[in-house]
């Protein structure tokens, strides 16, 4: 399956953006998903997450400010990013399953 991450951007401190992450076959409630940032210097992030079906799981840093979503009808998995921050820039990686995307570059100013 491969993925096409989009929606990354320069955006101002306390605004919005959505990543979506388009898979060119069909997923299903039943495939894990995800968001990875990789910002310079630092650890990779789970930024949210979706197993199963089940309820998502999000990193304490976003946790009120960000929503993962999947759409299985369109192959999609988005993530609503609200209230964003300078330390939220980074580089922004989705997984469907097994599956990468390629990464969208998020970058906030303050």
């Known amino acids: 399956v491969q993925l096409q991450a989009s929606g990354g951007g320069l955006v101002q401190a306390g605004g919005s953006l959505r990543l979506s992450c388009a898979a060119s076959?069909?997923?299903?409630?039943?495939?894990?998903v995800g968001w990875y940032r990789q910002a310079p210097g630092e650890n990779r992030l789970l930024v949210a997450s979706?197993?199963?079906?089940?309820?998502?799981n999000y990193a304490a840093s976003v946790k009120g400010r960000f929503t993962i979503s999947r759409s299985v009808a369109e192959n999609t998995v988005s993530l609503q990013m609200n209230s964003l921050k300078p330390e939220d820039t980074g580089r922004y990686y989705c997984?469907?399953?097994?599956?990468w995307g390629q990464g969208t570059q998020v970058t906030v100013s303050s």
């Open positions: 076959k069909r997923i299903t409630v039943t495939n894990r």
């Open positions: 979706m197993m199963r079906g089940g309820d998502p």
């Open positions: 997984y469907i399953g097994q599956s």
